[in-house]
Protein backbone atom coordinates (compact mmCIF):
# COMPACT_ATOMS: atom_id res chain seq x y z
CA UNK A 1 0.00 0.00 0.00
CA UNK A 2 0.85 3.51 -0.41
CA UNK A 3 0.06 6.28 1.70
CA UNK A 4 -0.05 9.69 0.34
CA UNK A 5 -0.29 13.32 2.39
CA UNK A 6 -0.49 16.64 1.19
CA UNK A 7 0.29 20.17 2.60
CA UNK A 8 0.97 23.78 1.48
CA UNK A 9 -2.62 24.77 0.63
CA UNK A 10 -4.31 28.09 1.95
CA UNK A 11 -5.93 31.09 1.21
CA UNK A 12 -3.90 33.70 -1.29
CA UNK A 13 -4.82 36.50 -3.37
CA UNK A 14 -5.62 35.83 -6.96
CA UNK A 15 -2.27 36.93 -8.90
CA UNK A 16 -0.22 34.96 -5.64
CA UNK A 17 1.60 31.69 -5.61
CA UNK A 18 1.49 28.02 -4.05
CA UNK A 19 3.56 25.23 -3.57
CA UNK A 20 1.57 22.27 -2.84
CA UNK A 21 3.57 18.96 -1.67
CA UNK A 22 2.62 15.51 -1.54
CA UNK A 23 4.85 12.84 0.40
CA UNK A 24 4.58 9.31 -0.23
CA UNK A 25 5.20 6.01 2.22
CA UNK A 26 4.96 2.55 2.26
CA UNK A 27 5.14 0.95 -1.27
CA UNK A 28 6.83 3.60 -2.88
CA UNK A 29 8.75 1.22 -5.23
CA UNK A 30 5.50 0.03 -6.79
CA UNK A 31 4.36 3.72 -7.99
CA UNK A 32 4.11 4.38 -11.55
CA UNK A 33 3.28 8.22 -11.93
CA UNK A 34 2.30 10.49 -9.24
CA UNK A 35 -0.36 12.92 -10.09
CA UNK A 36 -2.06 16.19 -8.94
CA UNK A 37 -5.76 16.51 -9.36
CA UNK A 38 -8.67 19.12 -7.52
CA UNK A 39 -12.27 19.32 -6.77
CA UNK A 40 -14.15 22.69 -6.74
CA UNK A 41 -17.26 22.63 -5.04
CA UNK A 42 -20.41 21.07 -6.87
CA UNK A 43 -17.52 19.68 -9.85
CA UNK A 44 -16.30 16.68 -10.34
CA UNK A 45 -12.52 15.78 -9.81
CA UNK A 46 -10.24 16.98 -12.44
CA UNK A 47 -6.68 16.32 -13.87
CA UNK A 48 -3.61 18.34 -13.28
CA UNK A 49 -0.73 17.24 -14.16
CA UNK A 50 1.09 14.15 -14.02
CA UNK A 51 4.63 13.02 -13.66
CA UNK A 52 6.39 9.39 -14.31
CA UNK A 53 9.67 8.33 -12.63
CA UNK A 54 11.12 8.59 -16.01
CA UNK A 55 10.67 12.41 -15.94
CA UNK A 56 7.91 12.59 -18.20
CA UNK A 57 5.44 15.39 -17.58
CA UNK A 58 2.06 16.17 -18.86
CA UNK A 59 -0.54 19.15 -17.73
CA UNK A 60 -4.04 19.99 -18.18
CA UNK A 61 -4.53 22.82 -21.05
CA UNK A 62 -6.14 24.74 -18.12
CA UNK A 63 -2.77 24.93 -15.75
CA UNK A 64 0.06 24.83 -18.77
CA UNK A 65 2.41 27.79 -18.24
CA UNK A 66 1.29 28.28 -14.17
CA UNK A 67 1.98 25.62 -12.71
CA UNK A 68 4.90 22.59 -12.75
CA UNK A 69 4.81 19.42 -10.76
CA UNK A 70 7.97 18.31 -9.80
CA UNK A 71 9.57 15.79 -7.80
CA UNK A 72 12.42 15.02 -5.50
CA UNK A 73 13.11 11.14 -5.51
CA UNK A 74 15.23 10.79 -2.19
CA UNK A 75 12.10 12.04 -0.02
CA UNK A 76 9.10 10.66 -2.18
CA UNK A 77 7.76 13.89 -2.60
CA UNK A 78 5.99 15.66 -5.60
CA UNK A 79 5.26 18.92 -5.71
CA UNK A 80 3.04 21.39 -7.15
CA UNK A 81 3.76 25.15 -7.46
CA UNK A 82 1.23 27.13 -8.73
CA UNK A 83 1.54 30.54 -9.69
CA UNK A 84 -0.68 33.44 -11.32
CA UNK A 85 -3.62 31.72 -8.98
CA UNK A 86 -7.01 32.69 -10.12
CA UNK A 87 -10.18 32.69 -8.04
CA UNK A 88 -11.12 29.41 -10.46
CA UNK A 89 -8.40 27.28 -9.30
CA UNK A 90 -9.68 27.63 -5.73
CA UNK A 91 -10.41 23.67 -4.70
CA UNK A 92 -9.09 20.69 -2.91
CA UNK A 93 -6.27 19.49 -4.84
CA UNK A 94 -5.88 15.70 -4.52
CA UNK A 95 -2.48 13.63 -5.17
CA UNK A 96 -2.52 10.33 -6.29
CA UNK A 97 -0.15 7.74 -6.62
CA UNK A 98 -1.13 4.77 -9.10
CA UNK A 99 0.24 1.67 -9.09
CA UNK A 100 -2.13 -1.14 -10.39
CA UNK A 101 -4.23 0.35 -8.24
CA UNK A 102 -4.86 4.44 -7.45
CA UNK A 103 -4.23 6.01 -4.06
CA UNK A 104 -5.19 9.17 -3.07
CA UNK A 105 -4.30 11.53 -0.13
CA UNK A 106 -6.85 13.52 1.89
CA UNK A 107 -6.60 16.67 -0.19
CA UNK A 108 -5.46 20.39 0.70
CA UNK A 109 -7.91 23.43 0.30
CA UNK A 110 -6.54 26.31 -2.15
CA UNK A 111 -8.48 29.55 -1.71
CA UNK A 112 -8.06 31.80 -4.35
CA UNK A 113 -9.74 35.32 -2.60
CA UNK A 114 -9.25 38.87 -2.41
Known amino acids: QVQLVESGGGLVQPGGSLRLSCAASGSVFAINAMSWYRQAPGKERDFIATITPGGTIIYADSVKGRFTISRDNAKNTVYLQMNTLKPEDTAVYYC????????WGKGTLVTVSS
Open 96 to 103: NARTVVNY
